[in-house]
Nanobody, 120 residues
Framework: VQLQASGGGLVQTGGSLRLSCAASGRTFGNFNMGWFRQAPGKERDLVAAIAWSGRNTYYSDSVKGRFTISRDNAKNTVYLQMNSLKPEDTAVYYC??????????????WGQGTQVTVSS
């Protein structure tokens, strides 16, 4: 599956952004989808994930209550709505796809990153 992320940009503290990730090439509805982020000098971490059915989601503690992951299987797209953004949310954000039974592991397919910068 090929993944194309978009929607990053520069926003002030407290602002919002919505990231999108369009999938092509294989049946999108078969994959769990996740959003990862990587700040300079840090590891790439999973921040949100959603099951293929959309019924189960996962959020890291750092974004819980501020970010919302969703998907539209008819449009082959997964979204990450980011609200109440903080400077520490600044990172390159990546979408990824997993065929694992667990939504927080097994991510084998990756999109290119999209930069999110939150100014203080």
């Amino acid at each position: 599956v090929q993944l194309q992320a978009s929607g990053g940009g520069l926003v002030q503290t407290g602002g919002s952004l919505r990231l999108s990730c369009a999938a092509s090439g294989r049946t999108f509805g078969n994959f769990n989808m996740g959003w990862f982020r990587q700040a300079p000098g840090k590891e790439r971490d999973l921040v949100a994930a959603i099951a293929w059915s959309g019924r189960n989601t996962y959020y890291s503690d750092s974004v819980k209550g501020r970010f919302t992951i969703s998907r539209d299987n008819a449009k082959n797209t997964v979204y990450l709505q980011m609200n109440s953004l903080k400077p520490e949310d600044t990172a390159v954000y990546y979408c990824a796809a997993s065929s694992s039974v667990y939504i927080n592991r097994g991510y084998d397919y990756w999109g290119q990153g999209t930069q999110v910068t939150v100014s203080s």
